[in-house]
């Protein structure tokens, strides 16, 4: 069973940016897709962003495109999300997901 560790959140002016780490351990992430999702408060949970196993391709929700980037570090065992131009609708706690595991989460906020 793969853990992951999920980091880099905070509090930021609209505009701003964050860049969020999700550490794996217990498992090489190197032959996985890998997630994030985000849960805005009394929302389900969404699908943010997703990347290849070896980081070649990638794929956005639409609200993102532009301003967010999904990358990731096999050698470190790590995957990562730059966001930049955050906006207040930006707010939630970011999960990232391999498999059927979840980290803890990081709460992102966004203030106006």
């Known amino acids: 069973q793969v853990q992951l560790v999920e980091s880099g959140g905070g509090l930021v002016q609209a505009g701003g940016s964050l860049r969020l780490s999700c550490a794996a351990s217990?498992?090489?992430?190197?032959?996985?897709v890998m997630w994030w999702f985000r849960q805005a408060p009394g929302k389900e949970r969404e699908f943010v962003a997703?990347?290849?196993?070896?980081?070649?391709?990638?794929y956005y929700t639409d609200s993102v495109k532009g301003r967010f980037t999904i990358s990731r570090d096999n050698a470190k065992n790590t995957l990562y999300l730059q966001m930049n131009s955050l906006q207040p609708e930006d707010t939630a706690i970011y999960y990232c997901?391999?498999?059927?595991?979840w980290g803890q989460g990081t709460q992102v906020t966004v203030s106006s």
């Open positions: 217990g498992r090489t992430i190197s032959r996985y």
């Open positions: 997901n391999l498999e059927n595991s």
């Open positions: 997703r990347i290849s196993s070896n980081g070649g391709n990638t």
